[in-house]
């Protein structure tokens, strides 16, 4: 055995464990109290709100989640506009994510990139655009120009069983469905943007495999990039869900002000955010707790809405990681590309 120089030797545990530089510990605290910050300021906005909405709880009790609104009676139930916000929600969604799910595709796998771009800073544009500006030209533009379709649309389908219910008469230009087209227009961007950003991360090695073993362009879209990107898609949804159901100035514009529930979708109704905005400056007393009280009721709904964003994106997250692609063609044949993550190699059996 040879004897080890000095200089070669390690050098003394005590420097493994020395204290940190000040630099270090100085970040550290800073991002712990920036972080807790944050998680005080939420707890004294929702402490500050419930107490000024405690007397309409005390007074409405349980019927708070009745559909009776009417201020000069002192009645204030909750039940219309709690419906209204979700009525509207719904319709964007269904109405924004088909769309934005197949921009984001079309920019990402179809698009070359120097084409794509433009339509990028177009979509990236529309993002910012003031919710005001949305609630604005669908008062004065759309409203107007929709109505006249609402009008044949509903004496179309008066009469039939379930269409007739939804989108048959009465119908008013400013109406549940012209919000929700209004939030969907709002919201596609967002969703569009993030999907986009979420797709562009799957590994070009993926689906140049897919290819390999004769998948289509379809295919490997089905097979690959949607598997890959499905929980930051899901968190998209979601995100853009939280913005249409807590958007007020659009909202309020077009969706008519008529606390009612009712299963016409083209008529007029009203919503949790649009009450806020349009009453508060002439409420007084309960009327005022009343409103306060929606608002708790907004706020307790949109860290709903992201607290299952995050839930659901780290869930498909975790089951994101068994197979990449597969894929049972009609033929018989079945190829599969298993995940590296699993330890699995790509087979291919026909």
């Not at 929702?46 to 409405?60: D, G, H, P």
């Not at 998209?236 to 958007?247: C, D, Q, S």
């Amino acid at each position: 055995m040879t004897s080890v120089g000095r200089e070669h030797q390690a050098g003394p545990a005590s420097t493994l464990t020395a204290r940190r530089p000040l630099g270090d510990r100085s970040f550290q605290v800073l991002a712990l109290a920036a972080g807790l910050a944050v998680l005080v300021i939420l707890l004294l906005i929702a402490v500050s709100t419930t107490q000024q909405a405690s007397s309409w709880f005390s007074a409405e009790g349980t019927n708070v989640l009745s559909s009776n609104w009417n201020p000069s009676a002192n009645q204030f139930g909750a039940l219309a506009f709690i419906y209204g916000t979700a009525i509207t929600a719904v319709i964007a969604l269904v109405l924004a994510v088909p769309v934005s799910l197949g921009v984001a595709l079309l920019l990402t796998q179809v698009v070359p990139y120097r084409w794509a771009r433009p339509v990028v800073y177009v979509i990236d544009l529309l993002a910012v655009v003031p919710s005001v500006v949305w609630g604005l030209w669908g008062i004065l533009v759309f409203a107007p120009w929709i109505q006249n379709i609402y009008g044949s649309v509903g004496s179309g389908v008066q009469g039939l069983p379930v269409l007739g219910s939804l989108f048959g008469p009465p119908t008013s230009g400013a109406s549940f469905f012209t919000a929700g087209i209004i939030l969907a227009f709002m919201i596609t961007p967002i969703v569009t943007s993030l999907s986009r950003e979420v797709i562009a991360t799957v590994p070009s090695i993926d689906r140049e495999g897919a290819y390999a073993l004769g998948a289509t362009r379809l295919e490997m879209i089905r097979g690959v990039v949607l598997p890959h990107s499905q929980g930051g898609v899901v968190g998209a949804v979601l995100l853009g869900l939280g913005r249409a159901i807590g958007e007020t100035i659009a909202a309020a514009l077009v969706i008519g002000s008529s606390a009612t529930i009712t299963s016409h979708l083209l008529a007029p109704g009203y919503n949790m955010p649009a009450v806020i905005a349009n009453e508060f400056g002439e409420a007084t007393g309960v009327f005022r707790s009343a409103l306060m009280g929606l608002g708790v009721l907004l706020f307790l709904f949109t860290i709903i809405v992201n607290v299952l964003a995050r839930t659901v994106v780290a869930r498909t997250a975790r089951r994101g990681r068994g197979t990449l692609w597969h894929r049972s063609p009609p033929s018989g044949r079945r190829w599969t590309c298993a995940s590296p993550a699993r330890g699995g190699a790509p087979r291919t059996a026909l």
